[in-house]
């Protein structure tokens, strides 16, 4: 069993916070295959579970594909990335 301490919790709590506030913006988000997709946040869960409108893939070789929505499971993502607008939000 894993014990998690009370920072952990509001650690995840502001990152969670942060990703709601990118909804109007375009983010890029990189998955454990290396696979880049760059869209709209429209939802996100607690566990980081997504779903990207008008969504551009960048694959490993460098082909792009067009997607109007796409679901991404959290425990496939390793990166978001961010607008550098959000750096004045009361989360950063």
Known sequence: MRLFSLKFFKMVNTIFNILKETKPFLISIETKGK???????????????????????????????????????????????IPDVLGGTPYV
């Open 35 to 81: 696979r880049i997709f760059r869209g709209n946040l429209t939802f996100i869960e607690e566990n980081m579970n997504c779903i990207l409108e008008n969504t551009i893939l960048i694959d490993q070789d460098g082909k792009l594909s067009k997607f109007k929505s796409v679901f991404l499971r959290g425990s496939n993502i390793k990166i978001f990335i």
